[in-house]
C-alpha cells in the first residue's frame, strides 16, 4: 500500500471520525477500518 502524507491524513480523519472517504484512488481500500466507496457508487 502506498498512500502520501495527505492520503494518509485523510484516511486517518474518517476513521477516527468514523466517516465515508469517497475517493478515485483504490489505494485506500486496503486501510484497515476504513469505510472506502468509489465515486461510481453514487452516479
Not at 483504490?26 to 476504513?34: M, R, S, T
Amino acid at each position: 500500500m502506498r498512500l502520501t502524507y495527505f492520503d494518509s491524513h485523510h484516511a486517518a480523519v474518517g476513521i477516527t471520525e468514523n466517516i465515508e472517504l469517497v475517493s478515485y484512488d483504490k489505494e485506500y481500500a486496503k486501510v484497515g477500518g476504513l469505510e472506502y466507496s468509489h465515486p461510481s457508487r453514487y452516479i
